[in-house]
């Protein structure tokens, strides 16, 4: 029986929030499983790492990619592709008999990092303009409250029936979204001419990227001045200055890099990837320390269940927080906003840094350090829209977007390489190089203050008719205060 076009039409929004559940669920299967993984596949926790970091790779990578082919009338097949890679990825990770085929379904889940965009701009296309609003809104809702769910449920799972079972849930999870999204979600073909998709960009981002994160995340193992890094490192920047220079030069580019001429688009994006690298070193640091045995003199012996648990904290404070921004802007400015809730997050690292001799201690530190990025990553977007010309905003978003997603990467590859220069002799790292990861954290929320106080007001003048509505820069603010985590 088909589906009539009023119960399709007030199912679309509930299967958008589905699928934005769907990617920030699976994006939040690396940190707490790492120790299980490290175990089951009697890897070290270095190389467990890469669990996570591909994924984040993948996701830095697609997040562009999927935003530029879901244009205008891909975007349903683009959504559904989507979701189909994170099903297949699920399978491929369930069944995995070993690392290197764990790494390749991580990295067809990650692309379920690039999710979320597109079902916001299904729901601009496909709604009626008075629930546009309340609709992304909820979305961003959904993602914040998909991270703090993923990681306890993941937990558990894995407890009761191991790695295999917390991706098979995962894949079943993504099956059903891809069900219901072809189902529900109508087709926009014919709705305007596709943008010719930059391919070589993408393939030059995504080589780029690869050389310049296996490099960090392997330095430790294989020598700081080893041929085989000192090559990748070299690759890895002479191919992002050739995607920059090709950027530049194409017609119509993956990421419209012009838009960094803007002081205060160049400084937020700064910002954007500093605070990135800090928190996912946190989360990766946090997770990984709560679960190491008492034995070795630190650590707390807890579940994959609790490590899940500790972290929505952050979560939940990054949503509550995002939403002072109005009120907090208002009073105060958001230069010193941003300034502020980098020190926040900066204190919250110091604070577990200094005092992590019991478990409570973890709970208020992923607290303040949510405190400390909601506000700061829902204040972003808005200056970004705020220093632009209305019409290329979403070229300023989708460059945000990747270089968030590069902070990611980054900050999950730094966990691994310092954890790996700091092992026992059982091969386990030591409490120097948590607490070492936990200072990085709180140097790189300092120098994203710096950043955030430095930051122009405004970078250029722009007409009445150039500048985004005030509702709109609202939209954008409250549309991705909490949405990073996924």
Same mark, same amino acid.
């Given at each position: 029986m ?22 920030s ?23 467990a ?8 790779l993948?996701?830095?990578?697609? /997040? ?54 597109? =079902?916001? =701009? ?10 546009? =609003? ?20 993941s ?5 009761a $029936? ?5 991706? $098979? ?22 709705? &305007? ?25 392997? #330095? ?22 050739? $995607?920059?220079v ?15 001429r803007?002081?205060?688009?160049? /400084? ?20 990984? !320390? ?7 003199? !630190?650590?707390?012996?807890a ?31 958001? @230069?010193? +906003?941003?300034?502020?809730?980098c020190? +926040? ?14 478990? $409570?201690? =973890?709970?208020v530190?992923?607290?303040v ?15 970004? +829209? ?17 270089? @968030? !997603?590069?902070?990611? &990467? ?16 059982? #091969? ?17 929320? +300092? ?28 939209l ?11």
């Amino acid at each position: 029986m088909v589906m009539t076009e009023r119960p399709r039409s007030a199912l679309i929004g509930p299967v958008l929030v589905l699928a934005t559940l769907v990617s920030s669920i699976i994006s939040s299967f690396g940190a707490p499983l790492i120790p299980t993984v490290a175990r089951d596949f009697h890897e070290s926790l270095s190389t467990a790492q890469r669990s996570l970091t591909v994924a984040l790779l993948v996701g830095a990578a697609s /997040s562009p990619v999927l935003g530029r082919l879901g244009d205008g009338p891909r975007r349903r097949v683009t959504l559904l592709g989507g979701l189909a890679v994170v099903t297949a990825g699920g399978v491929v990770a369930a069944l995995a008999g070993g690392l290197g085929m764990l790494l390749v379904g991580r990295g067809l889940q990650g692309v379920g990092l690039g999710l979320a965009p597109l =079902a916001m =701009a299904t729901a601009r296309e496909e709604l009626p303009q008075a629930k546009v =609003a309340p609709m992304i809104a909820l979305l961003s809702v959904s993602a914040g409250a998909g991270l703090g769910a993923g990681y306890p449920i993941s937990g558990v799972i894995a407890e009761a $029936w191991g790695l295999a079972g917390a991706y $098979w849930f995962g894949a079943i999870v993504s099956g059903l979204a891809l069900i219901c999204v072809a189902a529900v979600i109508p087709s926009s073909a014919g709705r &305007s001419a596709p943008n010719r998709f930059d391919w070589a960009g993408a393939v030059l981002l995504a080589l780029a990227m690869v050389a310049a994160l296996v490099s960090v995340a392997e #330095g430790t193992q294989w020598g700081w001045g080893s041929p085989a890094i000192i090559g990748l490192l070299a690759v890895g920047v002479v191919l992002f200055a050739a $995607w920059v220079v090709q950027q530049l030069r194409a017609g119509n580019p993956l990421v419209q890099l012009r838009l960094l001429r803007h002081p205060s688009v160049f /400084s937020a994006d700064a910002c954007a990837m500093v605070l990135g690298v800090a928190m996912y070193m946190v989360l990766s640091g946090v997770t990984e !320390f709560v679960q190491s045995p008492r034995s070795g003199g !630190f650590g707390f012996s807890a579940s994959a269940v609790m490590a899940g648990l500790v972290l929505i904290p952050l979560s939940f404070f990054m949503l509550i927080s995002s939403r002072t921004l109005p009120a907090l802007v208002t009073r105060i400015g958001i @230069r010193a +906003v941003l300034t502020m809730g980098c020190l +926040v997050a900066a204190l919250g690292c110091g604070f577990f840094a200094v005092f992590h001799g019991a478990l $409570w201690q =973890a709970f208020v530190m992923t607290g303040v350090l949510g405190v400390g990025l909601g506000t700061t990553f829902a204040a972003i977007p808005g200056l970004i +829209v705020q220093s632009i010309p209305a019409r290329e905003t979403g070229s300023a978003m989708g460059c945000y977007q990747v270089v @968030r !997603f590069t902070g990611f &990467s980054l900050g999950s590859a730094l966990t691994a390489t310092i954890l790996a220069a700091h092992v026992s002799g059982n #091969g386990q790292p030591t409490v120097g190089g948590y607490t070492m990861v936990l200072w990085f954290s709180a140097g790189f929320c +300092v120098l994203a203050a710096a950043l955030a106080w430095f930051l122009p007001a405004r970078s250029t003048r722009l007409t009445p008719a150039e500048r985004l509505p005030a509702d709109e820069v609202r939209l954008v603010e409250q549309t991705d205060g909490d949405d990073l985590s996924s």
